[in-house]
């Protein structure tokens, strides 16, 4: 069964200081990874995705993601932080379980607010 | 592209009462999934639609059902609401069922309040 941790539920920067979100995963097959934004009374948007190509995905607005597969984690980075990136940010592993069988797994979110 | 259209934006509803959520996905895409985000439970995976038939089932009660019609437009009906059904559902859609290298385009959500 697979399954997202977020290590942090809240994650508070300064605007212009580096952005990270951790996130570490468990899958039983190979997973895709993503990591989604969201904003206040907003649906979920996709910053980024890792389907096994580089292990180093970029991302809108910035945003740049790592897959280390010996340490089960898949990090958003992001060097500036500026206020408009305040939201909430959802790391999300995808598996097919078998046959045709796949699966959107969350984390429990991470609050990023930026102070000014 | 439009995208993930989800009607309405808000619902306000009594207990016991039934109700009715639609999504229109991307055009060409199609396959939909519900999912239902409170604060407590986080985004839990409700139920996936592709080709008007069911492919996939989270763990919820009989009480929350679904539907896809041919032109991949899905409903997803709640029925006998209780005041633990208050959430934002959200609606994704995507272009193949099988195929994992596509990410989901997550429609604005409806706000469902049973009171």
């Known amino acids: 069964a697979q399954s997202v941790t977020q290590l942090d539920s809240h994650v508070s920067v300064s605007e212009g200081t580096p952005v990270l979100l951790r996130c570490n995963y468990s899958?039983?097959?190979?997973?895709?990874l993503f990591w989604y934004v969201q904003h206040p009374n907003k649906g979920l948007q996709l910053l980024l995705k890792?389907?096994?190509?580089?292990?180093l995905v970029k991302g809108i607005n910035g945003f740049e993601a790592e897959f280390k597969k010996s340490e089960t984690s898949f990090h958003l980075t992001k060097p500036s932080a500026h206020m408009s990136d305040a939201a909430e940010y959802f790391c999300?592993?995808?598996?097919?379980?078998?046959?045709?069988?796949?699966?959107?797994?969350f984390g429990k979110g991470t609050l990023l607010t930026v102070n000014p | 592209k439009a995208g993930v259209t989800q009607t309405p934006r808000y619902l306000i509803k009594t207990r016991g009462q039934q109700v009715t959520l639609s999504c229109s996905p991307i055009?060409?895409?199609?396959?939909v999934s519900w999912y239902q985000q409170t604060p407590g439970q986080g985004l839990q995976f409700l139920f996936e639609?592709?080709?008007?038939?069911?492919?996939n089932k989270g763990n919820f009660p009989g009480r929350f059902s679904g539907r896809q019609f041919s032109n991949s437009r899905s409903e997803m009906n709640v029925s006998t609401l209780e005041l633990g059904d208050s959430a934002l559902y959200l609606c994704?859609?995507?272009?193949?069922?099988?195929?994992?290298?596509?990410?989901?385009?997550f429609g604005s959500g409806t706000r469902l309040t049973v009171v």
């Open positions: 639609y592709f080709s008007e038939t069911q492919r």
């Open positions: 899958s039983s097959y190979s997973p895709s």
């Open positions: 890792y389907t096994s190509a580089a292990t």
């Open positions: 994704a859609s995507r272009y193949s069922y099988a195929d994992s290298n596509y990410g989901y385009t």
């Open positions: 055009s060409g895409h199609r396959s």
């Open positions: 999300v592993v995808g598996e097919n379980s078998g046959g045709s069988n796949y699966k959107l797994t």
